[in-house]
């Protein structure tokens, strides 16, 4: 099945964030805190947790699903 990606208006990464949190509590080994991910601490939970589990099709992204800015930017209002 074919899909059509979602085109996205912004140009900075975070700035559909409006740091409400919800992904910190999304993140299963607690890579993400309010000063931001630790990049280490996931690719650490990846390699030993999630790539031999599930292996060949594996990730995680828990962080980047079931959040405000997943499908839209929530700093818009919508009239």
């Known amino acids: ?44 939970y990846f390699d030993e947790k999630i790539y031999p589990e599930y292996f060949p099709r594996y990730g995680c992204g828990k962080c980047q699903t079931a959040v405000p800015c997943e499908k839209t930017n929530p700093n818009k209002k919508k009239y």
């Open 1 to 44: 099945m074919e899909i059509t990606p979602t085109t996205r208006e912004y140009e900075k990464v975070y700035e559909y964030c409006t740091m409400c949190g919800v992904c910190i509590s999304r993140c299963p080994e607690k890579a993400i805190t309010e000063e931001g991910k630790d990049s280490n601490v996931c690719k650490k």
